[in-house]
């Protein structure tokens, strides 16, 4: 007598193969959103410390990009005439859509930054996600 599987027995194997591959693949792109809007938040972070340095070092004030820039973008690089100094020479920009971060400013005396994707983070469902002066 010839030992096999019954076509039933396939067919069930199969199901199960694909029932967790379904489940794995789910649970991949969720850690992929979760692992861009921390890199996100990283980046708002970075920027952040930068700006706050900016404040101590270079005269109380933060910085504003240069006349005739889009005011909306993080000013590249942030550095400080005087004294010389350069606190960030690369801004991060988004690490899904490559955009950079947005930045709101009242006055030299506070700002606000976003991750683009405003409204919220791709895995956060009520706020976008911004960071404000400190100061």
């Given at each position: ?26 649970s991949?792109?969720t ?17 952040q ?15 504003t990009p240069?006349a ?12 400080c005439a005087?004294?010389?100094?350069t ?30 994707n ?18």
């Amino acid at each position: 007598m010839k030992k096999s599987f019954t076509l039933l027995e396939l067919l069930v194997v199969i199901g199960i193969i694909g029932l967790l591959v379904g489940l794995g693949s789910v649970s991949y792109s969720t850690a992929q959103r979760k692992a861009r809007d921390a890199k996100r938040k990283d980046d708002l972070r970075t920027i952040q410390n930068a700006m706050e340095q900016y404040y101590s070092v270079c005269g109380f004030n933060y910085p504003t990009p240069a006349a005739g820039n889009d005011t909306t973008v993080v000013p590249q690089p942030i550095a400080c005439a005087d004294p010389a100094t350069t606190l960030l020479t690369v801004i991060p920009t988004d690490p899904k859509s490559k955009f950079s971060y947005t930045m709101t400013q009242s006055t030299n005396m506070d700002y606000s930054i976003c991750a683009p994707n405003t409204p919220p983070l791709e895995t956060e469902a009520t706020t976008p996600y911004c960071l404000s002066n400190q100061q």
